[in-house]
Nanobody, 121 residues
């Protein structure tokens, strides 16, 4: 069974940091593009950060640039998101996703269940 499981969410104060982890099992995603998305209450799911399928490029939403860092460990089949200088507007459920080449994120079958991040002021 292929699974993506997120962890590391929680409650943090404004300005604090969290490190999210997405652990994949059931298959290797080393040749897949992987990304983090988030969804706040009443809002659409939005892109946060991603690795290209080749692993050679990273991409960030404007809201994440300079504060968040995406990384991956192929040996552990794991994706990370280091989040610093957190703001209240970062409060959301964070999801990881893996997509094969030339596949739209939302068409991928590989989404995790999400981890809640709450930033309090």
């Amino acid at each position: 069974q292929v699974r993506l499981v997120e962890s590391g969410g929680g409650l943090v104060q404004t300005g604090g940091s969290l490190r999210l982890t997405c652990t994949a099992s059931g298959r290797s995603f080393s040749s897949y593009a992987m990304a983090w998305f988030r969804q706040a209450p009443g809002k659409e799911r939005e892109f946060v950060a991603a690795f290209s399928w080749s692993g050679g490029h990273t991409y960030y939403a404007d809201s994440a640039k300079g504060r968040f860092t995406i990384s991956r460990d192929h040996a552990k089949n794991t994706l990370y998101l280091q989040m610093n200088s957190l703001k209240s507007e970062d409060t959301a459920v964070y999801y990881c996703v893996a997509a094969p080449p030339e596949t739209n994120w939302f068409e991928s079958d590989y989404w995790g269940q999400g981890t809640q991040v709450t930033v309090s002021s």
